[in-house]
């Protein structure tokens, strides 16, 4: 368990804008500009992370399907014929 919840955070802390880390990120950079970011830029910026996450996903549950489909055509008997 604990495990899981050391892998969460080390994603969480990612600097994609919709996790924490980009939360970060955002006030990082208002603090150096020293004013903050418009909102149009923030909305912007927060759809990119929704892509780059989404893209993350889609890219571990096809890496999931294809393991599952060559475990499963390795172990069938069907794939040992000659």
Known sequence: ?????VNLAGLNI????????GHVL???????????LSVAVRMRLTQIGLVILLAIAGIAVANDV???CR????????????
């Open 1 to 5: 368990m604990a495990f899981i919840s």
């Open 14 to 21: 990612l600097p994609i804008p919709l996790l924490d880390g």
């Open 26 to 36: 955002f006030l990082l950079i208002e603090g150096a500009r020293g004013k903050p």
């Open 66 to 68: 294809i393991r599952k």
């Open 71 to 82: 475990s499963s055509s390795a172990s069938s008997p069907a794939a040992s014929a000659p």
